[in-house]
Protein backbone atom coordinates (compact mmCIF):
# COMPACT_ATOMS: atom_id res chain seq x y z
CA UNK A 1 0.00 0.00 0.00
CA UNK A 2 1.38 3.17 -0.77
CA UNK A 3 0.29 6.96 0.35
CA UNK A 4 1.78 10.00 -1.09
CA UNK A 5 2.76 13.12 1.08
CA UNK A 6 0.58 15.82 0.93
CA UNK A 7 0.90 19.34 2.26
CA UNK A 8 0.26 19.72 5.70
CA UNK A 9 1.32 15.68 6.39
CA UNK A 10 3.64 14.90 9.66
CA UNK A 11 4.69 11.52 9.64
CA UNK A 12 3.26 11.23 13.01
CA UNK A 13 -0.50 12.39 11.60
CA UNK A 14 -0.20 9.70 8.69
CA UNK A 15 0.78 7.53 11.47
CA UNK A 16 -1.96 7.52 13.58
CA UNK A 17 -4.28 8.24 10.56
CA UNK A 18 -3.67 4.85 9.70
CA UNK A 19 -2.96 2.98 12.83
CA UNK A 20 0.76 2.45 12.20
CA UNK A 21 3.19 2.80 15.02
CA UNK A 22 5.84 5.46 13.84
CA UNK A 23 8.34 2.91 14.71
CA UNK A 24 6.99 0.61 11.76
CA UNK A 25 6.44 3.40 9.57
CA UNK A 26 9.97 4.40 9.71
CA UNK A 27 11.38 0.77 9.10
CA UNK A 28 8.93 0.35 5.95
CA UNK A 29 10.72 3.72 4.42
CA UNK A 30 14.12 3.34 5.09
CA UNK A 31 15.36 6.23 2.79
CA UNK A 32 13.83 8.84 5.80
CA UNK A 33 16.62 8.71 7.88
CA UNK A 34 14.75 12.17 9.85
CA UNK A 35 11.24 11.89 10.67
CA UNK A 36 11.30 15.54 10.79
CA UNK A 37 12.27 15.63 6.82
CA UNK A 38 9.70 15.12 4.20
CA UNK A 39 8.42 16.28 1.33
CA UNK A 40 5.17 17.01 -0.70
CA UNK A 41 5.12 14.68 -3.23
CA UNK A 42 7.06 11.95 -1.59
CA UNK A 43 5.94 8.12 -1.52
CA UNK A 44 5.48 5.67 1.25
CA UNK A 45 4.88 2.90 1.68
CA UNK A 46 2.41 1.64 4.27
CA UNK A 47 1.49 -1.76 5.59
CA UNK A 48 -1.04 -3.19 3.63
CA UNK A 49 -3.79 -4.80 5.90
CA UNK A 50 -5.30 -7.26 3.86
CA UNK A 51 -1.94 -9.51 3.36
CA UNK A 52 -0.95 -9.43 7.14
CA UNK A 53 -1.00 -13.10 8.26
CA UNK A 54 -3.28 -14.75 10.84
CA UNK A 55 -1.63 -15.06 14.23
CA UNK A 56 -0.63 -19.14 15.61
CA UNK A 57 -2.65 -19.46 18.55
CA UNK A 58 -1.29 -21.09 21.88
CA UNK A 59 -3.85 -21.93 23.83
CA UNK A 60 -4.25 -21.84 27.75
CA UNK A 61 -2.42 -22.45 29.61
CA UNK A 62 0.73 -21.66 28.08
CA UNK A 63 3.55 -23.49 28.75
CA UNK A 64 6.43 -21.53 29.87
CA UNK A 65 9.48 -23.84 29.22
CA UNK A 66 7.98 -24.50 25.50
CA UNK A 67 7.83 -20.31 25.03
CA UNK A 68 11.76 -20.35 26.44
CA UNK A 69 12.70 -23.06 24.23
CA UNK A 70 11.46 -21.42 21.29
CA UNK A 71 13.63 -18.32 22.19
CA UNK A 72 16.55 -20.15 23.30
CA UNK A 73 16.16 -22.11 19.20
CA UNK A 74 16.89 -18.42 17.11
CA UNK A 75 19.97 -17.70 19.76
CA UNK A 76 22.48 -16.12 17.75
CA UNK A 77 20.66 -16.62 14.17
CA UNK A 78 21.50 -14.23 11.07
CA UNK A 79 19.12 -11.39 12.93
CA UNK A 80 20.07 -7.94 12.85
CA UNK A 81 18.80 -4.94 14.36
CA UNK A 82 16.20 -3.00 13.05
CA UNK A 83 13.49 -1.15 14.40
CA UNK A 84 10.03 -2.11 13.24
CA UNK A 85 11.36 -5.26 11.57
CA UNK A 86 10.02 -9.11 12.28
CA UNK A 87 6.67 -10.58 13.79
CA UNK A 88 4.71 -10.67 11.32
CA UNK A 89 4.63 -14.05 10.66
CA UNK A 90 4.88 -16.17 13.72
CA UNK A 91 4.60 -19.68 12.11
CA UNK A 92 7.93 -19.44 10.48
CA UNK A 93 11.30 -20.92 11.68
CA UNK A 94 12.92 -17.25 12.11
CA UNK A 95 11.41 -14.31 13.65
CA UNK A 96 11.99 -11.84 10.10
CA UNK A 97 11.92 -12.94 6.78
CA UNK A 98 14.19 -10.25 5.62
CA UNK A 99 16.94 -10.88 8.53
CA UNK A 100 16.19 -7.55 10.35
CA UNK A 101 13.70 -7.49 13.74
CA UNK A 102 13.43 -5.73 16.84
CA UNK A 103 12.62 -6.38 20.28
CA UNK A 104 8.57 -6.22 19.55
CA UNK A 105 8.74 -8.53 16.59
CA UNK A 106 11.11 -11.22 18.34
CA UNK A 107 8.47 -11.58 21.24
CA UNK A 108 5.77 -11.93 19.51
CA UNK A 109 7.04 -14.34 17.62
CA UNK A 110 8.51 -16.28 20.62
CA UNK A 111 4.52 -15.46 21.90
CA UNK A 112 2.81 -17.34 18.58
CA UNK A 113 1.38 -14.09 17.59
CA UNK A 114 1.57 -11.23 14.42
CA UNK A 115 2.95 -7.83 16.02
CA UNK A 116 -0.18 -6.41 13.80
CA UNK A 117 -3.36 -8.34 15.58
CA UNK A 118 -7.18 -8.31 15.46
CA UNK A 119 -6.83 -8.79 19.99
CA UNK A 120 -9.61 -7.01 20.95
CA UNK A 121 -6.96 -5.57 23.77
CA UNK A 122 -4.59 -3.67 21.05
CA UNK A 123 -7.50 -2.01 18.90
CA UNK A 124 -6.91 0.91 20.82
CA UNK A 125 -2.99 1.06 19.45
CA UNK A 126 -4.20 0.13 16.27
CA UNK A 127 -3.84 -3.33 16.52
CA UNK A 128 -0.04 -3.19 16.71
CA UNK A 129 1.83 -5.18 19.30
CA UNK A 130 4.77 -2.76 20.64
CA UNK A 131 6.70 -2.52 24.00
CA UNK A 132 3.85 0.20 25.08
CA UNK A 133 0.96 -1.20 24.29
CA UNK A 134 2.44 -4.43 25.84
CA UNK A 135 2.87 -2.16 29.30
CA UNK A 136 -0.38 -1.17 29.43
CA UNK A 137 -1.75 -4.80 28.73
CA UNK A 138 0.43 -6.01 31.63
CA UNK A 139 -0.99 -3.25 34.22
CA UNK A 140 -4.66 -4.11 32.47
CA UNK A 141 -6.73 -6.97 33.71
CA UNK A 142 -8.58 -7.54 30.61
CA UNK A 143 -5.01 -8.08 28.24
CA UNK A 144 -3.34 -11.35 27.32
CA UNK A 145 -0.25 -10.93 29.89
CA UNK A 146 -1.23 -11.44 33.86
CA UNK A 147 1.12 -9.07 35.70
CA UNK A 148 3.64 -10.41 38.22
CA UNK A 149 5.33 -9.21 41.08
CA UNK A 150 8.40 -11.33 39.99
CA UNK A 151 10.07 -12.74 37.66
CA UNK A 152 9.20 -16.13 36.11
CA UNK A 153 11.18 -18.00 33.26
CA UNK A 154 8.90 -17.86 30.09
CA UNK A 155 7.12 -14.47 31.20
CA UNK A 156 8.08 -10.95 29.20
CA UNK A 157 9.79 -8.45 30.64
CA UNK A 158 9.59 -4.84 29.49
CA UNK A 159 9.43 -1.37 30.29
CA UNK A 160 7.94 1.55 27.90
CA UNK A 161 9.60 4.31 25.64
CA UNK A 162 9.41 7.72 28.38
CA UNK A 163 11.69 9.52 26.14
CA UNK A 164 13.10 6.94 24.63
CA UNK A 165 12.91 3.73 23.47
CA UNK A 166 11.29 0.76 25.21
CA UNK A 167 12.27 -2.67 24.74
CA UNK A 168 10.99 -6.67 25.75
CA UNK A 169 12.28 -9.58 26.42
CA UNK A 170 11.70 -13.24 27.35
CA UNK A 171 12.72 -14.39 30.91
CA UNK A 172 15.50 -17.37 30.38
CA UNK A 173 16.30 -17.99 33.97
CA UNK A 174 15.39 -17.06 37.55
CA UNK A 175 17.06 -17.55 40.98
CA UNK A 176 15.60 -17.19 44.19
CA UNK A 177 12.99 -15.02 42.41
CA UNK A 178 15.63 -12.61 40.78
CA UNK A 179 16.07 -12.00 36.81
CA UNK A 180 19.67 -14.02 36.16
CA UNK A 181 19.16 -14.36 32.18
CA UNK A 182 17.11 -12.79 29.44
CA UNK A 183 16.51 -13.29 25.60
CA UNK A 184 16.08 -10.46 23.59
CA UNK A 185 17.07 -8.70 20.32
CA UNK A 186 18.70 -5.42 20.37
CA UNK A 187 21.32 -3.57 18.66
CA UNK A 188 23.46 -3.74 21.27
CA UNK A 189 23.16 -7.24 20.89
CA UNK A 190 24.09 -6.93 17.45
CA UNK A 191 26.73 -5.00 18.13
CA UNK A 192 28.55 -6.62 20.66
CA UNK A 193 28.22 -10.43 19.31
CA UNK A 194 26.92 -9.29 15.49
CA UNK A 195 23.53 -10.80 15.63
CA UNK A 196 20.69 -8.90 17.79
CA UNK A 197 19.35 -12.06 19.03
CA UNK A 198 21.29 -13.35 22.48
CA UNK A 199 20.26 -14.64 26.09
CA UNK A 200 21.97 -12.15 28.13
CA UNK A 201 22.22 -10.73 31.86
CA UNK A 202 19.38 -8.53 32.57
CA UNK A 203 21.14 -5.42 33.11
CA UNK A 204 19.73 -3.22 30.58
CA UNK A 205 16.09 -4.31 32.07
CA UNK A 206 17.16 -2.90 35.65
CA UNK A 207 14.91 -0.13 35.79
CA UNK A 208 12.07 1.58 38.12
CA UNK A 209 9.59 1.29 35.56
CA UNK A 210 10.09 -2.45 34.32
CA UNK A 211 7.16 -4.70 34.27
CA UNK A 212 6.39 -8.31 33.79
CA UNK A 213 3.85 -10.10 32.20
CA UNK A 214 3.06 -13.95 32.51
CA UNK A 215 1.33 -15.07 28.74
CA UNK A 216 -2.04 -16.47 29.20
CA UNK A 217 -2.56 -17.48 25.59
CA UNK A 218 -5.13 -16.32 23.37
CA UNK A 219 -8.72 -18.18 23.30
Given at each position: ??Y?I???DTLGR ?9 SVLLA ?13 G????L?N????PE?AV?TD????GE????A ?11 L??GGM?PT?AL??R ?5 C???V??VL??S ?16 T ?5 D???P ?11 P???V?Y?AGRA??H??I ?10 K ?8 SRN???A???T??A???R?D??W ?7
Amino acid sequence: MQYTIKKGDTLGRIAERYHVPLSVLLAMNPVITNPDHIFVGQVLILPNMQDLPEEAVFTDPVNAGELVFRAQSVIGSAIRYKLGGGGMYPTDALPSRDGYCDCSGFVCWVLGLSRKTELPFYRKFGGWIYTDAMVSDVESPSGIFEKISTPEPGCIVVYGAGRAIGHVGIVSEVKAGVMKKVIHCSSGNSRNFGTAIQETSPAVFNRADTVWGRFSGVL
